[in-house]
């Protein structure tokens, strides 16, 4: 039997890999480089939505991620709580309407329909604006602004140390 390299870095935790990545020797330890990572994670987002039966938790954020979405961007676009997201990937209770709309999403993702992919894209924008932080700094006796990216989690951690 060849060796497989157990594939864990996308979260799912049953993909092998026969081929396609190179193991290296670095000062630092052993390191694996995969080939076309892009293509691979396409691969098998396409293989999830043909998968028959429901998706389990861990495919389901999975797909997710392959959106570029957040718990809380899909949450907003299935007019359900960041909360129901997290509450089905972590208890594998994925309600089969919000199943098979997610499945839709990336099939017509991966197929090219702009509506869909401009759909998308007009949340991940959303949620990047809701969360930048303008940052005020004082250079050369003037005040400037700069935009920083962040996060909910940052900004909430930020409002609870002031």
Known sequence: MKNL????????????LENGYTKKETKYGNAISV?????LHKLLATKLVEKKGLLAGYEFRFLRVQLGLTQEGLGKFLDVSENAVSLWERKDAVPNVYDHMLRLM???KFSGNTKISD???RVQTV???AYQRYVVKGVDGKRHVEVVKSTKAANDKLLEAA
Do not use: S
């Open 5 to 16: 390299l157990h594939y864990t870095a996308c979260g799912l935790p049953n993909v092998w």
């Open 127 to 129: 949620e990047k604006l």
């Open 35 to 39: 080939k076309d990572i892009d293509g």
């Open 119 to 121: 759909a998308i894209e």
């Open 106 to 108: 990336v099939m017509a």
